[in-house]
């Protein structure tokens, strides 16, 4: 069936390091990811977007990488900081479907000082 | 202060006792959804409106009634809640659909004894 997974459910990386955080999709179909922070207690915020038109998307301190042949999305942080400790999770959907939003089960990234 | 809010944000009830959890945002936006979040299973769409008096259902809509009467507020409501409904439930808006920018509430974690 359709799933949406992460490679790894934990990270553990120490200050000041990059981290990178892998998401496989199994729709082909699908044409817009999103990656989502969520801290402890709190809902999830939205970080970056990225469309299939596109391979890399970089925002403040993140990228997002997309490889459409393997069906596979990453998000780095760059300088990782303690205040990024939070599960991160993908999202993927069909534009113009009427298909919602498919969230994987996230990862919990750790910044360890 | 844009914002997403839930009420209320714990509750422990007993299998049977009707309740709803309120969901409010400013941001006139369109689009409204409700999300349960369990261990594991990342987040699962329940319900969505796209606007008023227009709802339809997510992923796990089974035991979950929803209405849209005001551009701003999105009940949720278990007529008859069960042990499984035990879960953190998240409200989230978006200006148009879910293909845009989703501004998740706080969570509202219940217990359904």
């Known amino acids: 069936g359709e799933s949406v997974g992460l490679h790894l459910p934990t990270l553990s990386v120490q200050e000041g390091d990059n981290s990178i955080i892998n998401c496989a999709y199994s729709?082909?179909?699908?044409?817009?990811f999103i990656w989502y922070k969520q801290e402890s207690g709190k809902g999830p915020q939205f970080i970056i977007d990225?469309?299939?038109?596109?391979d890399k998307r970089q925002g403040q301190r993140v990228t997002v990488l997309l490889n459409k042949t393997v069906k596979h999305l990453s998000l780095q942080i760059a300088a990782t900081q303690p205040g990024d400790s939070a599960v991160y999770f993908c999202?993927?959907?069909?534009?113009?479907?009427?298909?919602?939003?498919?969230f994987g089960s996230g990862t919990q990234l750790t910044v360890l000082p | 202060e844009a914002q997403v809010t839930q009420n209320p944000r714990y509750l422990i009830t007993v299998t049977g006792k009707k309740l709803t959890v309120t969901c409010s945002q400013n941001?006139?936006?369109?689009?409204m959804s409700w999300y349960r979040q369990d261990p594991g299973l990342g987040l699962r769409q329940i319900y969505y409106?796209?606007?008023?008096?227009?709802?339809d259902k997510g992923d796990v809509p089974e035991g979950y009634k929803v209405s849209r009467k005001e551009k701003r507020n999105f009940p949720l409501i278990l007529e008859s809640p069960s042990p499984n409904q035990t879960s953190l439930y998240f409200c989230?808006?978006?200006?148009?659909?879910?293909?845009?920018?989703?501004?998740f509430g706080p969570g509202t974690r219940l217990l359904v004894l």
């Open positions: 989230a808006s978006s200006l148009r659909g879910y293909q845009e920018t989703q501004y």
């Open positions: 729709n082909s179909a699908s044409d817009y």
């Open positions: 990225i469309r299939s038109n596109m």
């Open positions: 999202a993927e959907t069909t534009s113009g479907s009427a298909r919602q939003l498919t």
């Open positions: 941001m006139n936006h369109e689009y």
């Open positions: 409106s796209m606007n008023v008096e227009v709802t």
